[in-house]
């Protein structure tokens, strides 16, 4: 009797590793193989916070199940200045405790001038910068590769001080539409805001390059209610605490502003510069550009770790990721979605 036992045993054993098993297996793989990959670049961002958010943005895009996330650090590493005293030390502590891998990186305590960063853009179908402001510019080569890799139909999303970066770099300009800082100026192109009447207004005045005031929640107002990224979105939606960058310039060529939020005359003035005020407009916050074939989606929210834990700036990042990458968005509004009244926080404590 258990020699009976023991045969049928091996044959229900055989069953389960039959064809269906096997045809799971293969679906799963090929599910695996069909996903979008995704490469994020950091090691360069004056928030000293980055080493984190660079890994809660590559678990946010992967919990989707639509991509497959790649990080790449640059060939130097500038930990950032933007201090929070309640939070340890920056000059160790985010590195440490989110490393990439085992590869051992120079740590500057200063930005660092120069790099020699490369690598294929083509393998991948979007690229995500988690850079900063002071970035230094990539070697030649590897610009004109990835306004090669843009034009021809690559995808780009620019996360916050990613648009600080390169304000000398007139191509990347024309792919992220306005940017703050970085050496710009009137000449690198208009204000872009809406005004109370809710009119574009394309303004070429002189002035300044980049502000804001402390951080704070504030509300955001859906300005392309048929975008695919912000089909099903509510009109408005209050977003956590962050910094609400305004004065941006930039070429602002094939560009659609997704989003707005209002720079108040005096809660948007820089404390630390009070004769600094807020623009008293609705200025873009969320943005879609089209470069060549390429696309690219930038949101200047995402300050600081909690500012990426807002359902908002979560659900705006993946819809904008799979935008970018296919030109169509497949994803539900989450249920969580903040409101007009009310910000919704996912803690993120991996």
């Keep these: 009797?258990?020699?009976?036992?023991?045969?049928?045993?091996?044959?229900?054993?055989?069953?389960?590793?039959?064809?269906?098993?096997?045809?799971?297996?293969?679906?799963?793989?090929?599910?695996?193989?069909?996903?979008?990959?995704?490469?994020?670049?950091?090691?360069?961002?004056?928030?000293?916070?980055?080493?984190?958010?660079?890994?809660?943005?590559?678990?946010?895009?992967?919990?989707?199940?639509?991509?497959?996330?790649?990080?790449?650090?640059?060939?130097?590493?500038?930990?950032?200045?933007?201090?929070?005293?309640?939070?340890?030390?920056?000059?160790?502590?985010?590195?440490?405790?989110y490393p990439l891998d085992s590869t051992a990186y120079a740590i500057s305590k200063d930005p660092v001038k120069t790099s020699r960063f490369s690598i294929d853009f083509s393998q991948y179908d979007l690229v995500v910068s988690?850079?900063?402001?002071?970035?230094?510019?990539?070697?030649?080569?590897?610009?004109?590769?990835?306004?090669?890799?843009?034009?021809?139909?690559?995808?780009?999303?620019?996360?916050?001080?990613?648009?600080?970066?390169?304000?000398?770099?007139?191509?990347?300009?024309?792919?992220?539409?306005?940017?703050?800082?970085?050496?710009?100026?009137?000449?690198?192109?208009?204000?872009?805001?809406?005004?109370?009447?809710?009119?574009?207004?394309?303004?070429?005045?002189?002035?300044?390059?980049?502000?804001?005031?402390?951080?704070?929640?504030?509300?955001?107002?859906?300005?392309?209610?048929?975008?695919?990224?912000?089909?099903?979105?509510?009109?408005?939606w209050m977003h956590t605490q962050d910094e609400l960058y305004e004065r941006m310039r930039g070429p602002w060529e094939n560009a659609t502003v997704l989003a707005t939020a209002y720079a108040d005359v005096e809660g948007n003035s820089p404390p630390w510069n009070p004769k600094v005020k807020g623009m008293g407009q609705h200025v873009p916050l969320l943005m879609a550009m089209n470069y060549g074939q390429g696309r690219v989606f930038h949101t200047a929210l995402g300050h600081f770790d909690y500012s990426m834990e807002c359902a908002g700036f979560i659900t705006t990042l993946q819809r904008g990721a799979e935008w970018v990458a296919t030109g169509a968005v497949t994803q539900a509004i989450p249920t969580d979605f903040p409101t007009e009244e009310k910000v919704t926080v996912r803690k993120w404590d991996k």
Aim: glycine content about 8%.
């Design 1 to 97: 009797m258990k020699k009976i036992n023991w045969i049928v045993a091996v044959v229900l054993l055989a069953t389960a590793c039959g064809p269906a098993n096997k045809e799971e297996q293969a679906s799963n793989e090929e599910k695996e193989a069909s996903k979008l990959k995704v490469l994020i670049v950091d090691g360069q961002n004056n928030h000293y916070i980055w080493p984190k958010t660079t890994m809660m943005m590559k678990d946010y895009l992967e919990e989707t199940g639509l991509f497959e996330v790649d990080i790449h650090r640059m060939d130097s590493v500038w930990l950032g200045i933007k201090y929070n005293k309640s939070r340890p030390a920056a000059y160790e502590y985010y590195i440490q405790t």
């Design 130 to 236: 988690n850079l900063g402001a002071a970035s230094p510019r990539w070697p030649e080569t590897t610009e004109k590769a990835f306004e090669k890799y843009m034009s021809e139909g690559g995808g780009l999303i620019v996360v916050h001080a990613a648009d600080n970066a390169w304000g000398d770099w007139d191509e990347y300009n024309k792919m992220i539409g306005v940017g703050a800082w970085g050496g710009r100026d009137s000449i690198t192109g208009p204000y872009v805001y809406y005004n109370d009447a809710n009119e574009l207004i394309i303004d070429p005045s002189a002035g300044f390059c980049g502000s804001h005031g402390a951080e704070y929640e504030f509300l955001m107002t859906t300005r392309a209610p048929e975008h695919p990224i912000m089909k099903g979105l509510p009109a408005a």
